[in-house]
């Protein structure tokens, strides 16, 4: 059930009130000092006189005590006081007969401009209960100076009059006055509303950024688009630009450059706008287009000349800013009717299109819907995988190619579902990464490492050490220190046994967020490890700011090296500038024994990969371990 609440607009303040009531007291002066001047001229110090300075007297202290916090109080006080005076006046005089009759009805309009309806009312009752007393007095015969009717002087009666008639008569003025004030303010505050409803309404339509038309816009003209679409036999396309490396460039330069760079980009984008193409933005990095075409091609067409035009640097102060716009497109009737739908399968072309490396655009299919619900279905697995006890942790041994011998492994983890089979890494690793699910498994992947890390000391390989991958989700909720030393101390493992591998690309997404928690957990003694260097950013201040210890060369360079020169000569630089930084250096994807020579020459500290063995459960890691005996432990 809706509530209703009360207005916000107030009509006159209480300043405003205050300055209303002291006026009234004013006028109310003046009447009764021109009664009183009468009475004394009239008939000398009489009883009324005395009654007359006393109300002035009141209606002087009133004056100076009104204020916003009393005006209320002090309104019906003074709408009484004369309420009483008045009665007390006609009591004195004549009665019904008396002029002072002809304030009540200026009482009474005084009381609606002073007071509300309570006041009004009771003064009205109270008003209407005197007459009746004085009629009731005249018959019997109780009025003082009922008698002296033909005896009171004419020209004061006249005066009396003229004087109750110019209070009438501006209290009428001043009432009407109040009315056409009140009026025009409610005009003025209606003028006002309308003018911001106008402008919410146009801004409600539009983004404020970039000037375009937003959502909303989008979903009231897409549904008469479809309209007018099912009548033309024209295709209507839903086009989705998503600008990919946004959050990269509030890194690299700042908010106002970004902004600055997305209106240029909007304008690029108008440069398209006709009356059959309409141009949205929806969020912070996502266009949408509507195009109308009469066929798949003018619109395959109409993608590529917009892709190429939105790839252009942008000039933005002095820098130039290049953007990397994903489009995806999906194709009203067929691939949905609703905006929902369309931009759903719009996504979806979209993200495909970024996973199969294809240039340009794509644009929806069947065949990503059913991926999609296949995702969907995994991840639904994936969340219940371990508590059901579906993943496993493999172990792939880290050699020191001086020595041929064990110096720790990385934990890999493995996910044999009972549903899907043995799912790739690569498949439930992004899905863990997106649905949340990743930080819950790295947590269960530490505790399984370290407890498994103990248990090679327990049997006597007591200077092996662990490595476990984070993803950039570890570093979100902020409890990852107190999670890994919370899994060290459980099986009472010393913490720079720990190393924690990081990628390039994770360093980016907060360095600030992440440079507190490394800290912190360097501090407990935990050490650090950059994976696959070389294949992202490769910027050489990660490696100081973030005190790493190790330097992991990517498979894709190690595995040419006895092929490619130029592979050859990455692989140098990084092995001789990770030496100048005093960082140890291990080459992943080891495959051959040419290969592992050749890096041992080129003084390469440690190698990973299947030459020695792929990843192997617990059990089979320690009977590797007793098999190649480690350098200074006796099996």
């Given at each position: 059930?809706?509530?209703?609440?009360?207005?916000?607009?107030?009509?006159?303040?209480?300043?405003?009130?205050?300055?209303?009531?002291?006026?009234?007291?004013?006028?109310?002066?003046?009447?009764?000092?021109?009664?009183?001047?009468s009475?004394?001229?009239?008939?000398?110090?009489?009883?009324?006189?005395?009654?007359?300075?006393?109300s002035?007297?009141?209606l002087?202290v009133?004056?100076?005590?009104?204020?916003?916090?009393?005006c209320?109080?002090?309104?019906?006080?003074?709408?009484?006081?004369?309420?009483?005076?008045?009665?007390?006046?006609?009591?004195?005089?004549?009665?019904?007969?008396?002029?002072?009759?002809?304030?009540?009805?200026?009482?009474?309009?005084?009381?609606?401009?002073?007071?509300?309806?309570?006041?009004?009312?009771?003064?009205?009752?109270?008003?209407?209960?005197?007459?009746?007393?004085?009629?009731?007095?005249?018959?019997?015969?109780?009025?003082?100076?009922?008698?002296?009717?033909?005896?009171l002087?004419?020209?004061?009666?006249?005066?009396?009059?003229?004087?109750?008639?110019?209070?009438?008569?501006?209290?009428?003025?001043?009432?009407?006055?109040?009315?056409?004030?009140?009026?025009?303010?409610?005009?003025?505050?209606?003028?006002?509303?309308?003018?911001?409803?106008?402008?919410?309404?146009?801004?409600?339509?539009?983004?404020?950024?970039?000037?375009?038309?937003?959502?909303?816009?989008?979903?009231?003209?897409?549904?008469?688009?479809?309209?007018?679409q099912?009548?033309?036999?024209h295709?209507?396309?839903?086009?989705?630009?998503?600008?990919?490396?946004?959050?990269?460039?509030?890194?690299?330069?700042?908010?106002?450059?970004?902004?600055?760079?997305?209106?240029?980009?909007?304008?690029?984008?108008?440069?398209?706008?006709?009356?059959?193409?309409?141009?949205?933005?929806?969020?912070?990095?996502?266009?949408?287009?509507?195009?109308?075409?009469i066929?798949?091609?003018?619109?395959?067409?109409?993608?590529?000349?917009?892709?190429?035009?939105c790839?252009?640097?942008?000039?933005?102060?002095?820098?130039?800013?290049?953007?990397?716009?994903?489009?995806?497109?999906?194709?009203?009737p067929?691939?949905?009717?609703?905006?929902?739908?369309?931009?759903?399968?719009?996504?979806?072309?979209?993200?495909?299109?970024?996973?199969?490396?294809?240039?340009?655009?794509?644009?929806?299919?069947?065949?990503?819907?059913?991926?999609?619900?296949?995702?969907?279905?995994?991840?639904?697995?994936?969340?219940?995988?371990?508590?059901?006890?579906?993943?496993?942790?493999?172990?792939?041994?880290?050699?020191?190619?001086?020595?041929?011998?064990?110096?720790?492994?990385?934990?890999?983890?493995?996910?044999?579902?009972?549903e899907?089979?043995?799912?790739?890494?690569?498949?439930?690793?992004?899905?863990?990464?997106?649905?949340?699910?990743i930080?819950?498994?790295?947590?269960?992947v530490i505790?399984?490492s370290?407890?498994?890390?103990?248990?090679?000391?327990?049997?006597g390989?007591?200077?092996?050490?662990?490595?476990?991958?984070?993803?950039?989700?570890?570093?979100?909720?902020?409890?990852?220190?107190?999670?890994?030393?919370?899994?060290l101390?459980?099986?009472?493992?010393?913490?720079?046994?720990?190393?924690?591998?990081?990628?390039e690309?994770?360093?980016?997404?907060?360095?600030?967020?992440?440079?507190?928690?490394?800290?912190?957990?360097?501090?407990?003694?935990?050490?650090?490890?950059?994976?696959?260097?070389?294949?992202?950013?490769?910027?050489?201040?990660?490696?100081?700011?973030?005190?790493v210890?190790?330097?992991?060369?990517?498979?894709?360079?190690?595995?040419?090296?006895?092929?490619?020169t130029?592979?050859?000569?990455?692989?140098?630089?990084?092995?001789?500038?990770?030496?100048?930084?005093?960082?140890?250096?291990?080459?992943?994807?080891?495959?051959?024994?040419?290969?592992?020579?050749?890096?041992?020459?080129?003084?390469?500290?440690?190698?990973?990969?299947?030459?020695?063995?792929?990843p192997?459960?617990?059990?089979?890691f320690?009977?590797?371990?007793?098999?190649?005996?480690?350098?200074?432990?006796?099996?």
């Amino acid at each position: 059930m809706a509530v209703t609440g009360r207005s916000s607009i107030i009509l006159f303040s209480q300043q405003a009130k205050v300055h209303r009531l002291k006026l009234t007291l004013k006028i109310l002066l003046t009447i009764f000092m021109l009664l009183l001047l009468s009475e004394l001229f009239f008939n000398g110090q009489s009883v009324l006189a005395f009654a007359m300075f006393s109300s002035i007297s009141l209606l002087v202290v009133f004056y100076y005590w009104a204020s916003a916090d009393t005006c209320s109080v002090i309104s019906g006080m003074v709408l009484w006081s004369i309420a009483v005076f008045i009665t007390y006046a006609c009591w004195l005089g004549e009665g019904i007969f008396d002029a002072a009759v002809l304030a009540f009805p200026c009482l009474l309009m005084l009381a609606i401009v002073l007071s509300g309806k309570l006041i009004f009312i009771s003064l009205f009752v109270y008003l209407v209960s005197a007459l009746c007393f004085f009629t009731l007095a005249h018959k019997q015969g109780f009025l003082v100076a009922s008698g002296l009717f033909d005896t009171l002087p004419m020209w004061g009666r006249v005066f009396s009059y003229v004087v109750m008639l110019t209070f009438f008569s501006v209290g009428v003025f001043y009432m009407f006055a109040d009315i056409r004030k009140r009026f025009k303010y409610i005009l003025q505050k209606n003028a006002e509303l309308e003018l911001a409803i106008a402008q919410l309404r146009k801004s409600s339509r539009f983004d404020q950024l970039t000037q375009l038309p937003n959502e909303n816009a989008c979903k009231t003209d897409l549904a008469q688009k479809l309209k007018q679409q099912k009548s033309s036999g024209h295709l209507l396309a839903f086009i989705t630009l998503n600008v990919g490396n946004l959050h990269l460039i509030k890194m690299n330069y700042s908010h106002n450059i970004c902004d600055e760079t997305l209106k240029l980009l909007a304008k690029r984008l108008l440069s398209f706008a006709n009356d059959k193409t309409v141009v949205y933005r929806f969020q912070q990095n996502e266009f949408v287009i509507l195009k109308h075409s009469i066929d798949y091609r003018g619109i395959s067409k109409f993608a590529e000349q917009m892709q190429q035009v939105c790839s252009q640097s942008y000039h933005v102060t002095d820098f130039e800013v290049a953007l990397q716009p994903d489009i995806g497109i999906a194709l009203a009737p067929f691939d949905g009717s609703t905006m929902a739908e369309l931009r759903h399968n719009s996504h979806l072309a979209m993200h495909a299109k970024g996973e199969e490396g294809k240039a340009d655009f794509s644009f929806f299919d069947r065949v990503m819907a059913v991926q999609e619900q296949e995702k969907l279905q995994l991840t639904k697995a994936l969340k219940k995988a371990i508590s059901n006890n579906e993943l496993v942790v493999h172990f792939q041994p880290k050699i020191d190619l001086a020595t041929d011998q064990i110096t720790g492994a990385e934990a890999l983890v493995r996910w044999l579902s009972p549903e899907h089979g043995l799912v790739p890494p690569t498949i439930f690793i992004p899905l863990a990464e997106q649905s949340g699910v990743i930080t819950d498994i790295t947590q269960w992947v530490i505790e399984q490492s370290v407890a498994a890390c103990k248990q090679w000391h327990q049997l006597g390989f007591n200077k092996l050490s662990i490595a476990v991958n984070l993803s950039a989700e570890d570093f979100k909720r902020g409890n990852l220190s107190t999670h890994t030393l919370s899994a060290l101390t459980k099986v009472n493992l010393a913490a720079h046994f720990l190393e924690l591998e990081l990628t390039e690309s994770m360093l980016m997404d907060d360095i600030n967020y992440i440079q507190k928690q490394i800290n912190e957990l360097r501090s407990f003694g935990i050490s650090f490890a950059i994976d696959d260097f070389g294949t992202g950013y490769s910027n050489l201040g990660y490696l100081t700011k973030f005190n790493v210890c190790t330097l992991k060369l990517d498979r894709s360079f190690v595995k040419n090296i006895c092929h490619s020169t130029n592979e050859l000569q990455i692989v140098k630089a990084i092995i001789g500038m990770s030496k100048s930084l005093s960082i140890t250096n291990v080459a992943e994807g080891i495959e051959d024994k040419a290969t592992a020579e050749l890096l041992a020459e080129l003084g390469c500290d440690m190698g990973q990969g299947y030459f020695w063995s792929e990843p192997v459960v617990q059990q089979e890691f320690i009977a590797l371990l007793v098999k190649k005996q480690p350098l200074g432990v006796s099996v």
